[in-house]
């Protein structure tokens, strides 16, 4: 887990949790959609040395969604995560069973008029490492260069698919998807890119956005002073025990229950219903108190608790 480093980033951690969103929207698509356009030049290129042909790549759809639908539903689909120096899960690319097919083909010099059957069975480890290949490509054209380079960490790791895809965990948050379609003249297939909306705006936020008024800047400055004032009531609970239903059942009235080890360093502070922060649990003269320990992490506690003890 990555801790917010500086007191702006934590603000925009407890923001992020509490309202859930980062970013105007139209900004965010309009930066993501600059992205890719100017990206797709250079991923054709790559393809290109790649296959030794010509394939056509578009951007077919540009939406805003939360990092952890980027995962694909289906097993024969491969999935790879690029960290970067600000974020250890900067951008996901996903590519389907369609778009796999186009490239093994015409990768082993199949004829581009001849339409490619989508692959109905799970991927290969030939088909997986091919669709490593084009992630790297991918990546490698949206990275860029100079001062406004993402800096993913590069190569590409291999991709996962079918059970390995499906267990790896994603965190969530607010993210921007830009679909690219992969076509020959007879067939057809999507890859995907999925990015953090706050890497992205971090990087390219002023990319495309067009200029509205004067008071746009100092409009949003104010909205967002407004809603850092705003009071939210702050809850800290600490975990009890672990107990089977049939325990609870039994329960009677004046029955004690035993508090876990492990509870005082385990205290939540939340606030409407969301988790912000993992605590100890102490005493300060008369008064009990909360220290923060670190920001919580949902993936991490899914895993512990599959794992407990």
């Known amino acids: 887990m990555s801790a917010p480093a500086s007191p702006?980033?934590?603000?925009?951690?407890?923001?992020?949790?509490?309202?859930?969103?980062?970013?105007?929207?139209?900004?965010?698509?309009?930066a993501a959609r600059a992205l890719a356009e100017c990206a797709v030049p250079a991923i054709v290129r790559g393809l290109q040395e790649t296959l030794g042909v010509p394939l056509a790549v578009e951007v077919a759809d540009v939406e805003l969604t939360r990092l952890a639908q980027a995962r694909p539903d289906a097993a024969n689909h491969a999935m790879a995560i690029a960290a970067s120096v600000s974020s250890p899960d900067a951008l996901v690319l996903t590519i389907d069973n369609a778009a796999v097919a186009v490239v093994i083909d015409l990768l082993f010099g199949g004829d581009a008029g001849e339409a490619v059957a989508p692959i109905s069975r799970d991927l290969s480890a030939l088909e997986v490492e091919v669709a490593t290949s084009v992630f790297e490509q991918v990546a490698q054209a949206i990275n860029g260069s100079g001062p406004r380079a993402f800096e993913f960490r590069l190569p590409v790791p291999m991709a996962m698919t079918g059970a390995e895809m499906h267990k790896h965990m994603l965190r969530d948050g607010p993210a921007v998807r830009v679909v690219f379609?992969?076509?020959?003249?007879?067939?057809?297939?999507?890859?995907?890119?999925?990015?953090?909306?706050?890497?992205?705006?971090?990087?390219?936020?002023?990319?495309?956005?067009?200029?509205?008024?004067?008071?746009?800047?100092?409009?949003?400055?104010?909205f967002s002073e407004e809603v850092m004032r705003s009071s939210v009531t702050l809850e800290a609970t600490m975990p009890l025990a672990r107990m089977t239903l049939g325990d609870v059942a039994a329960l009677a009235a004046g029955q004690v229950i035993e508090f876990e080890e492990t509870a005082q360093a385990n205290a939540r502070l939340s606030a409407r219903n969301k988790t912000l922060f993992v605590c100890e649990f102490g005493k300060l003269g008369q008064n009990y108190t909360v220290r923060v320990r670190h920001p919580y992490d949902a993936g991490q506690d899914f895993i512990d608790g599959l794992m407990p003890g």
């Open 8 to 30: 702006a980033e934590m603000r925009a951690f407890i923001v992020e949790r509490l309202v859930g969103d980062t970013g105007e929207p139209d900004q965010v698509a309009a």
């Open 181 to 222: 379609s992969l076509a020959t003249a007879a067939s057809r297939g999507t890859m995907a890119l999925t990015m953090p909306q706050r890497v992205l705006l971090k990087h390219r936020g002023d990319t495309g956005v067009p200029a509205k008024d004067a008071a746009g800047p100092e409009w949003r400055t104010r």
